[in-house]
């Protein structure tokens, strides 16, 4: 079944070898609540999104939209500064 809110979460965790209870202890969310958004079944918030980014060392539009999937398609300046452009 195809996620009802695509997201880049969970692939941003995978990228980074995130430990989602670490992480959901660090952003004060319920693990739950963590793995519902990274399995694309709600919506994240923006605010929150901002803040697993911080985590994560990406974007908030990179775990909203998936990652290098921003409105326009292009990678964001933090994959381009990773990927030394």
């Given amino acids: 079944m ?9 692939q941003a965790m995978s990228q980074v070898s995130m430990d989602p209870s670490w992480l959901a202890r ?3 969310v319920d693990l739950a ?10 919506s994240i918030p923006p605010d929150v999104a901002v803040k697993l980014a911080a985590k994560l ?3 908030g ?3 909203l939209y998936g990652l290098g999937q921003a409105e326009d398609d292009r990678p964001s ?7 030394g452009r």
Avoid at 2 to 10: K, R, T
Avoid at 33 to 42: K, N, S, Y
Avoid at 77 to 83: G, H, P, V
């Fill in 77 to 83: 300046r933090w994959q381009m500064r990773r990927r």
């Fill in 61 to 63: 539009a990179d775990i």
């Fill in 33 to 42: 609540q963590l793995e519902t958004w990274a399995a694309g079944r709600e």
């Fill in 26 to 28: 660090r952003v004060g």
């Fill in 2 to 10: 195809a996620a009802e809110y695509p997201n880049g979460l969970a």
């Fill in 57 to 59: 060392k990406t974007t």
